[in-house]
């Protein structure tokens, strides 16, 4: 089992320029989460996703960003246009049951750095 | 505002000592609580949960203690071991079968050989 694949695991650009993050989750998992990590606010839920529809979006810090499920192995995270305040690390998870938080399988994470 | 509170950024334990790592929450509706381990360059990986309707959960080395009238939970690793030496995340829950996690900043601990 491959887990959760995140690409790039770095990215450097500068302000105003568009950013992609992609998750593959692990096969036959249904729930998919992005996450990003912070120093002064830890790990924060940004959206996820069940059985390709999102669920809960209230983490999403505002319109420059969106996420897209368009199918079980595939995902994005975008950010348009992106800032500096953006730079953290980003996590996608996924799960094999709804509602089950033991099985929130991690990726790698990315890293993004916005100069 | 940070529901999930870790206070420590980092902690320092001898190998073989007892490591303790707390976590305090504010939301009184939080009922089931887990910790995450997390390597560098590596994402956060599941260590042990408990419900509040227990006060102690355990598992090999690892312990968790929950007192929900002080909101507040406690990992304990006995004995430590180098391998032990990570960022440890507290995070949180409104009910068991709720996907959506708080997670705390989280704690550093290094093990000292």
């Known amino acids: 089992d491959a887990g959760v694949i995140q690409s790039p695991r770095h990215e450097v650009t500068e302000m105003g320029q568009e950013v992609t993050l992609r998750c593959k989750p692990i096969?036959?998992?249904?729930?998919l989460f992005w996450y990003r990590q912070t120093m002064m606010r830890g790990l924060e839920l940004l959206i996820y996703f069940n059985n390709n529809v999102p669920i809960d979006d209230s983490g999403m810090p505002e319109d420059r960003f969106s996420a897209k499920m368009p199918n079980a192995s595939f995902s994005t995270l975008k950010i348009q246009p992106s800032e500096p305040r953006d730079s953290a690390v980003y996590f996608c998870?996924?799960?094999?049951?709804?509602?089950?938080?033991?099985?929130?399988?991690f990726g790698p994470g990315t890293r993004l750095l916005v100069l | 505002d940070q529901q999930v509170k870790q206070n420590s950024p980092s902690l320092s334990v001898q190998e073989g000592r007892i490591s303790i790592l707390n976590c305090d929450y504010t939301?009184?509706?939080?009922?089931?609580f887990l910790w995450y381990k997390k390597y560098p360059a590596e994402g956060p990986t599941f260590l042990i949960s408990i419900s509040s309707i227990k006060d102690k959960n355990e598992d090999g080395r690892f312990t968790v203690f929950l007192n929900k009238s002080a909101k507040h939970l406690s990992l304990h690793i006995v004995p430590s071991q180098p391998g032990d030496s990570a960022v440890y995340f507290c995070?949180?829950?409104?009910?068991?079968?709720?996907?959506?996690?708080?997670f705390g900043t989280g704690t550093r601990l290094t093990i000292i050989p």
């Open positions: 998870a996924s799960s094999a049951t709804s509602g089950y938080q033991e099985t929130q399988y």
């Open positions: 096969s036959g998992h249904n729930s």
């Open positions: 995070a949180a829950s409104v009910s068991f079968g709720n996907e959506k996690l708080t």
């Open positions: 939301n009184s509706m939080f009922d089931y």
